[in-house]
């Protein structure tokens, strides 16, 4: 895909990028450029074009503002410490998004041509990039069903543009979160679109969002859609739990079982927790394994993970039946030791024994 160069001629001064880059939070602020291709049915992909960010025009009757056909991705850009810019395994996102397409009816995206695009913007806003530890430029590339008319049918027409905004952690890390287990709304069910990263299984989370806080969590806690009874992911993170103590602990992790968002940093903890000597396991945990292996002492830490927060840990949980604790509500050794490890391979302080950094400048 070719990349047509015709950037913010009113970029923001050196002074209003600071104080933004400053600002922290997540997605306040975008940066100067956004880049925008087309897709159509008749002639495939044409040239992106990298242009100044800012509002689009589109047509009150555009599909995806009527049936949802929209996928995204989530990546980040990572200062490294001889002030080059990393982004963190690219191709995972770019092989995840091909297969969101394929599940939502909307055009592949080449792995190079996503990897490409992103490099090529990212290297564009590279003075965006915040310099500190646990700062990121958050990179959110996306795609809609563009054609207009109120037809259902696979849009003929799609638009693919990536966004950059810099972003702090996303969660206090070291406040751990509290969780409300949903046993009465489900996201993801079997043959369904949770395997997708796509907009329409974020839109019916949030009124369970809303009963945790209405419970006095921060987050919710999906089960399976069957038995209402094996815990699967939490809000937009996967979930670890910690079994044991010290070196001879054990990292588990619900499996993929189809309804389960695949995440890229879940897969990245596999590898980083296995370096680190722990064993990880992948399996089955249902609500009343959590509730009895807290209580016994067995689950010693729990946290969730995901590219905006990397590493949360979780503390109190509340069902329908009850609440229990995990430790204090400070962040376990071992989630902090995961973090830090994690963090530092993709800020290149740790060595990159994996090959996951893309340099992009
Ligand atoms: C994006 C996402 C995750 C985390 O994936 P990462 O690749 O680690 O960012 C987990 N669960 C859901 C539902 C998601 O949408």
Same mark, same amino acid.
């Given at each position: 895909m070719k990349i047509n160069l015709n950037p913010n001629q009113n970029p923001a001064s050196d002074a209003d990028r600071e104080a933004k880059i400053a600002a922290g939070g997540f997605g306040k602020y975008y940066t100067d450029n956004?880049?925008?291709a087309q897709w159509s049915e008749a002639s495939g992909w044409s040239d992106a074009e990298i242009k100044a960010y800012g509002p689009l025009s589109i047509d009150p009757a555009t599909s995806v503002l009527h049936y949802g056909q929209e996928i995204f991705e989530g990546l980040k850009a990572y200062s490294q410490p001889d002030g080059g810019v990393s982004l963190f395994r690219p191709e995972a996102n770019a092989e995840r998004f091909? *297969?969101?397409?394929?599940?939502?009816a909307l055009p592949e995206l080449s792995i190079a041509d996503f990897v490409s695009t992103v490099e090529?913007?990212?290297?564009? !806003? *590279?003075?965006?990039v915040p310099k500190n530890f646990g700062e990121s430029l958050y990179i959110r590339p996306f795609m809609f069903a563009s054609e207009i008319g109120l037809g259902v049918r696979p849009s003929n027409q799609a638009t693919y543009i990536v966004i950059t905004t810099p972003a702090s952690a996303y969660f206090n890390p070291g406040k751990a979160v509290t969780v409300w287990i949903s046993t009465e709304y489900v996201r993801a069910a079997k043959g369904g &679109?949770? !395997?997708a990263k796509t907009g329409g299984n974020y839109a019916g989370s949030l009124l369970a969002q809303k009963q945790a806080a209405a419970e006095g969590c921060d987050q919710v806690v999906w089960l399976d859609a069957q038995e209402r009874k094996w815990v699967e992911e939490m809000g937009g993170m996967n979930l670890y739990f910690? *079994?044991?103590k010290g070196a001879g602990a054990t990292i588990f992790t619900p499996k993929l079982t189809g309804t389960l968002l695949a995440g890229i940093t879940r897969d990245s903890i596999l590898t980083v927790a296995k370096d680190l000597g722990y064993k990880v396991e992948e399996g089955m945990i249902s609500t009343d394994d959590w509730r009895e292996g807290v209580i016994s002492g067995d689950i010693t830490e729990i946290f969730a993970c995901g590219t905006a927060a990397v590493v949360t840990p979780v503390g109190g949980a509340k069902?329908?039946? =009850?609440?229990?604790? &995990? =430790?204090? =509500?400070?962040p376990g050794p071992i989630t902090m030791q995961i973090r830090e &490890?994690?963090?530092g391979i993709q800020h290149g302080t740790i060595a990159d024994t994996h090959g996951w950094n893309k340099r992009v400048s």
């Open positions: 956004m880049l925008v091909r *297969k969101s397409a394929i599940r939502m090529a913007l990212v290297s564009h !806003e *590279k003075a965006w &679109t949770g !395997e910690v *079994k044991g069902s329908a039946e =009850g609440s229990w604790a &995990t =430790g204090d =509500g400070n &490890t994690l963090l």
